[in-house]
T-cell receptor
Framework: DADVTQTPRNRITKTGKRIMLECSQT?????MYWYRQDPGLGLQLIYY???????NKGEISDGYSVSRQAQAKFSLSLESAIPNQTALYFC??????????????FGPGTRLLVL | SQKIEQNSEALNIQEGKTATLTCNYT??????LQWYRQDPGRGPVFLLL?????KEKRKERLKVTFDTTLKQSLFHITASQPADSATYLC??????????FGTGTRLKVLA
């Protein structure tokens, strides 16, 4: 969905490097999420943010940190990348006012390879 | 422990037939259940939502059922087409934020 963009789309890095994945949205949503997807494991929640001042850990936050720079921007950092962080990373947004049940809107994903 | 299960094996069906995908869950009391479509290398896209007090929801060729007694949702695509080939994810929404996604079932519609 072009309303949710992620940069970079692909990244190769080495063990121990710090990297940042960025997410921007033009949907005007207040809630943003970071997930990782591994084959056979489905989507796992890393961090979520309900507004700029509210950041919460998800199921698998160890080794990751986030920053909500503005309502439209939510970045994910790997402080010291390790090979088992190789995965497909997705950013998603939702609107708490969505009476349809808070549909999540996903970005196109960032494919990360840690060597 | 809380768990969502979708058939991890790929489902192959002939064009024109009805595809039925299953989502089973344990130890949840979800307020909503959603179905998403995911194409290779792309983010999931929302298809349908069904609430706990609804038995069935339809949208064009798609139908979702939700049985809270059986703890199961069925997702049907009628008159399937090759363009329907994708991975389909179910997601439970339990509580304020808690989206729990299944691992997805890959559907292939054969021409």
């Amino acid at each position: 969905d072009a309303d949710v963009t992620q940069t970079p789309r692909n990244r190769i890095t080495k063990t121990g490097k710090r990297i940042m994945l960025e997410c921007s949205q033009t949907k005007g949503h207040d809630r943003m999420y970071w997930y990782r997807q591994d084959p056979g494991l489905g989507l796992q929640l890393i961090y979520y943010s309900f507004d700029v001042k509210d950041i919460n850990k998800g199921e698998i936050s160890d080794g990751y940190s986030v920053s909500r720079q503005a309502q439209a921007k939510f970045s994910l950092s790997l402080e010291s990348a390790i090979p088992n962080q190789t995965a497909l990373y997705f950013c998603a947004t939702s609107d708490h006012r969505d009476r349809g049940g808070e549909t999540q809107y996903f970005g196109p994903g960032t494919r990360l390879l840690v060597l | 422990s809380q768990k969502i299960e979708q058939n991890s094996e790929a489902l192959n069906i002939q064009e024109g037939k009805t595809a039925t995908l299953t989502c089973n869950y344990t130890n949840y009391s979800p307020a909503y259940l959603q179905w998403y479509r995911q194409d290779p290398g792309r983010g999931p896209v929302f298809l349908l939502l069904i609430r706990e007090n609804e038995k069935e929801k339809r949208k064009e060729r798609l139908k979702v059922t939700f049985d809270t007694t059986l703890k199961q949702s069925l997702f049907h695509i009628t008159a399937s087409q090759p363009a329907d080939s994708a991975t389909y994810l179910c997601a439970l929404i339990s509580g304020t934020y808690k989206y729990i996604f299944g691992t997805g079932t890959r559907l292939k519609v054969l021409a």
